[in-house]
């Protein structure tokens, strides 16, 4: 899947980038749209099969207390070196996008944002602020955001995490038997 998924996401980054304004070659700082809306969209464009792999991490990074707050995701300006760190980066931003996606108006106010983007002095949080359609405050909006992962991501995470159950066994008889024969 490596360029399937590749291409489409760095082309994704080039479109968001266009739409801002900005970014040219700049640095990840420079850029006018938070980290987590730019790799949000990009990870959008990645195969199905990626997307719910992507899905399932998040799950699971919220099942065992891993999502990290809002606040800290939007003020994120560079890539976590630990690897765990970075998958959630990407997980949590792809289904941020994604919640926003599917509140009425997402899309409209999703494209809104990223043209003002370039233009204006606001903090991300302060321009997010958009993004709450009806809800009255940041934390309801992430109360909302959260229960959407929970419920629209399940069935990816039960699909992907019981296929790595069902090749589990097989590779763990082998190691059985193998014990067994010494």
Do not use: M
């Not at 980038?17 to 640095?27: N, P």
């Not at 006018?32 to 464009?45: H, Q, S, T, Y």
């Not at 990626?50 to 099942?63: D, F, G, S, T, V």
């Amino acid at each position: 899947d490596g360029l399937q998924n590749i291409l489409p996401h760095e082309l994704a980054h080039l479109c968001v980038a266009d739409i801002a304004g900005g970014g040219g070659g700049k640095g990840v700082g420079s850029h006018p749209v938070p980290l987590c809306l730019n790799e949000g969209i990009a990870e959008r464009f990645v195969t199905l099969r990626e997307q719910r792999n992507i899905k399932a991490l998040c799950y699971r990074a919220i099942k065992r207390d891993r999502f990290v707050s809002l606040s800290t995701l939007l003020a994120v300006d560079g890539y976590p070196a630990n690897t765990v760190e970075l998958a959630i980066l990407y997980c949590q931003s792809y289904s941020l996008v994604d919640f926003i996606l599917n509140q009425r108006g997402g899309k409209k106010k999703l494209i809104a944002y990223l043209s003002r983007a370039g233009r204006s002095r606001g903090s991300p949080r302060q321009l997010f602020e958009e993004f709450y359609f009806d809800r009255r405050s940041h934390a309801e909006f992430e109360a909302a955001w959260k229960r959407y992962v929970v419920s629209d991501y399940e069935k990816a995470a039960q699909t992907v995490f019981a296929k790595k159950r069902r090749a589990a066994p097989a590779h763990g008889a082998r190691a059985a038997r193998t014990r067994q024969r010494r």
